[in-house]
């Protein structure tokens, strides 16, 4: 395997580093229950509602509207959780996204209608989803060398959710019904905050550089004075305050500061009668009092420090859309949406296709289990492989999406229900293989400091393709009147972003042309 990408290679060793352990794995441990309880939605939910929508008889367009507003809603989320976690922190964005998702599950719990749950759970899970998962942002923070196995942590939760979601929620709907089920499922979600409440800001856990560690023990900024000063203690600072007298209001919702004078002499070094002095004189001009009261002046101050965050939000997030300028970082994007669209509307069919062809749900939850717990295994095994040097990261993830096409091509043949448990199985390797490399392969070839731009980006093109293939699978469906059909079109898909993978040898190296000295390398 080729070295590391330069990207990589260029994050100085003068830099501070990652703390890559201590407090990172209890972050690690964080994000795994937040991918364990928050993204089980993605697949679970022909599972938990769709004998309620076919109860209301709701067209597979209607359907395929409400679960791709999600994911699209769940995308713009993430265009833009990478400039609110610079400007608000992980931990505060985590925890807003984990209680929103509790929140609006719960809210789904009692919806009379198609447009309640795309209100309650399309507009709000899918917001709380995206503003949940920045696990691997931060992860990519925390850790450098041992990043493979803190990213095991992250796609161990998501895998395990995967396994288990659909099988406890089969148990809940006959013990509780689908409210109750819905409702319990719900307060399992809330338990995400735990995880997102211990995403302390990195910089409290950076290890010192090398030169920074070198420079307090040699003394280097001492030892550009002279010997003798070094000796002599420095006169103390002479400071003068002078104030004026205040001037006085009626109103006390008023401020009048009064003018200060400060003036400050410091003898730093003295050398055979010659003294070396700083003279600083600091000057606060009078300021007059605001003529409105306080309570108004503070409320119109928020108001203002609110546009302007939101100002550098929207800055920030046109400035990272400019990285689909660079071919490889559009490949990356437009590859691993396409598949992500492919894969959750496959999984939300599958319940559907199933029972059309006579199976019960208990067998579709079954199919989806399996799938998920294939996936969850792959998932472990990629990426505690990723950080050995022989592995090579990018030919499984090609060969993860060439499968993932195929086995959707094999499930659209009935085989029986043994036989169709097995392709899921195969299938949920081939997603393992997929999810478990996507976003270290990414970092790879990206770097660090363009991983939260390319992180907004692809979200981007994420939500503009569910915005677009999800209701045209759904047309397609209710004109066909058959699911093998659009899982036809989704196989294509996928297909279409191997080929796209073909093609990054030959971004790179335009790339490479383009900026001499600087290549994304993948690695053989």
Same mark, same amino acid.
């Given at each position: 395997m080729a070295a590391a990408a330069p990207e990589e290679a260029k994050e100085s060793q003068c830099e501070p580093q990652p703390p890559d352990g201590g407090w990172g794995w209890m972050v690690a441990a964080g994000v795994f229950l937040i991918a364990l309880v928050? !993204?089980?939605?993605?697949?679970?939910?022909?599972?938990?509602?769709?004998?309620q929508l076919l109860e209301w008889h709701t067209s597979y367009t209607t359907i395929a509207v409400i679960f791709n507003t999600f994911l699209v809603v769940w995308r713009l989320a993430g265009v833009v959780v990478g400039t609110l976690t610079k400007e608000f922190g992980?931990?505060?964005?985590?925890?807003?996204?984990?209680?929103?998702?509790?929140?609006?599950?719960?809210?789904?719990?009692?919806?009379a209608s198609p447009l309640h749950l795309l209100i309650t759970f399309s507009l709000g899970c899918?917001?709380?989803?995206?503003?949940?998962?920045?696990?691997?942002?931060?992860?990519?923070?925390?850790?450098?060398?041992?990043?493979?196995?803190?990213?095991? &942590?992250?796609?161990?939760?998501?895998g395990l959710g995967h396994f288990v979601s659909p099988l406890v929620i089969r148990l809940l709907?006959?013990?509780?019904?689908?409210?109750?089920?819905?409702?319990?499922?719900?307060?399992?979600?809330?338990?995400?905050?735990?995880?997102?409440?211990?995403?302390?800001?990195?910089?409290?856990?950076?290890?010192?550089?090398?030169?920074?560690?070198?420079m307090e023990d040699t003394g280097t900024?001492?030892?550009?004075? !002279?010997?003798?000063?070094?000796?002599?203690?420095?006169?103390?600072?002479?400071?003068?305050v002078a104030n004026d007298s205040k001037e006085g209001t009626d109103d006390p919702l008023c401020v009048a500061p009064s003018p200060r004078r400060v003036s400050q002499s410091t003898s730093v070094a003295e050398r055979e009668g010659t003294s070396f002095s700083v003279h600083?004189? =600091?000057?606060?001009?009078?300021?007059?009092?605001?003529?409105? !009261?306080?309570?108004?002046?503070?409320?119109?101050?928020?108001?203002?420090?609110? &546009?302007?965050?939101?100002?550098?939000?929207?800055?920030?997030?046109?400035?990272?859309?400019? =990285?689909?300028?660079?071919?490889?970082?559009?490949?990356?994007?437009?590859? @691993?949406?396409?598949?992500?669209?492919?894969?959750?509307?496959?999984? =939300?069919?599958?319940?559907?296709?199933?029972?059309?062809?006579?199976?019960?749900?208990?067998?579709?939850?079954?199919?989806?289990?399996?799938?998920?717990?294939?996936?969850?295994?792959?998932?472990? &095994?990629?990426?505690?492989?990723?950080?050995?040097?022989?592995?090579?990261?990018?030919?499984?993830?090609?060969?993860?999406?060439?499968?993932?096409?195929? @086995?959707?091509?094999?499930?659209?043949f009935q085989m029986g229900a043994v036989w169709q448990a097995a392709v899921m199985g195969v299938w949920g390797c081939a997603a393992g293989m997929f999810y478990g490399l996507n976003n270290l392969l990414m970092t790879r070839v990206v770097g660090l400091r363009c991983l939260i731009s390319v992180y907004g980006a692809r979200n981007l093109l994420g939500a503009?393709?569910?915005?677009?293939?999800? !209701? =045209?699978?759904?047309?397609?469906?209710?004109? @066909?009147?058959?699911?093998?059909?659009?899982?036809?079109?989704?196989?294509s898909l996928m297909s279409f972003s191997f080929f796209l993978w073909l093609l990054m040898p030959a971004a790179q190296a335009y790339e490479s042309r383009q900026e001499p000295g600087e290549r994304s390398s993948i690695g053989a």
């Amino acid at each position: 395997m080729a070295a590391a990408a330069p990207e990589e290679a260029k994050e100085s060793q003068c830099e501070p580093q990652p703390p890559d352990g201590g407090w990172g794995w209890m972050v690690a441990a964080g994000v795994f229950l937040i991918a364990l309880v928050v !993204p089980m939605l993605l697949p679970s939910f022909g599972i938990l509602f769709s004998r309620q929508l076919l109860e209301w008889h709701t067209s597979y367009t209607t359907i395929a509207v409400i679960f791709n507003t999600f994911l699209v809603v769940w995308r713009l989320a993430g265009v833009v959780v990478g400039t609110l976690t610079k400007e608000f922190g992980f931990r505060r964005v985590a925890v807003t996204g984990t209680l929103l998702t509790a929140t609006s599950l719960t809210l789904s719990a009692f919806a009379a209608s198609p447009l309640h749950l795309l209100i309650t759970f399309s507009l709000g899970c899918g917001l709380g989803n995206g503003l949940s998962c920045v696990g691997y942002l931060i992860l990519a923070h925390y850790f450098k060398k041992r990043r493979g196995r803190a990213t095991a &942590c992250l796609v161990a939760g998501a895998g395990l959710g995967h396994f288990v979601s659909p099988l406890v929620i089969r148990l809940l709907q006959e013990e509780y019904g689908m409210r109750g089920a819905t409702v319990v499922l719900g307060g399992i979600t809330l338990h995400a905050v735990v995880g997102a409440s211990v995403f302390q800001p990195v910089e409290w856990h950076w290890k010192k550089p090398k030169e920074d560690i070198a420079m307090e023990d040699t003394g280097t900024f001492s030892s550009l004075l !002279p010997s003798h000063a070094k000796t002599k203690e420095p006169k103390r600072a002479e400071v003068k305050v002078a104030n004026d007298s205040k001037e006085g209001t009626d109103d006390p919702l008023c401020v009048a500061p009064s003018p200060r004078r400060v003036s400050q002499s410091t003898s730093v070094a003295e050398r055979e009668g010659t003294s070396f002095s700083v003279h600083t004189v =600091v000057i606060v001009a009078k300021t007059e009092a605001p003529a409105v !009261p306080l309570a108004a002046w503070r409320d119109r101050s928020r108001a203002c420090g609110l &546009c302007r965050t939101l100002g550098r939000v929207l800055r920030s997030v046109v400035r990272d859309m400019r =990285v689909l300028r660079k071919p490889t970082c559009l490949i990356i994007g437009l590859a @691993s949406s396409l598949i992500i669209n492919a894969e959750a509307n496959f999984l =939300v069919m599958v319940p559907f296709a199933l029972q059309a062809a006579g199976y019960p749900l208990q067998t579709a939850a079954w199919c989806l289990s399996i799938a998920g717990m294939s996936n969850l295994f792959t998932r472990l &095994c990629v990426s505690a492989l990723s950080d050995l040097p022989w592995f090579n990261m990018r030919l499984c993830y090609m060969a993860g999406m060439a499968a993932m096409a195929t @086995s959707v091509l094999v499930f659209t043949f009935q085989m029986g229900a043994v036989w169709q448990a097995a392709v899921m199985g195969v299938w949920g390797c081939a997603a393992g293989m997929f999810y478990g490399l996507n976003n270290l392969l990414m970092t790879r070839v990206v770097g660090l400091r363009c991983l939260i731009s390319v992180y907004g980006a692809r979200n981007l093109l994420g939500a503009l393709g569910f915005f677009i293939v999800g !209701p =045209v699978v759904g047309v397609i469906r209710d004109v @066909s009147g058959s699911y093998a059909v659009s899982m036809w079109v989704l196989a294509s898909l996928m297909s279409f972003s191997f080929f796209l993978w073909l093609l990054m040898p030959a971004a790179q190296a335009y790339e490479s042309r383009q900026e001499p000295g600087e290549r994304s390398s993948i690695g053989a």
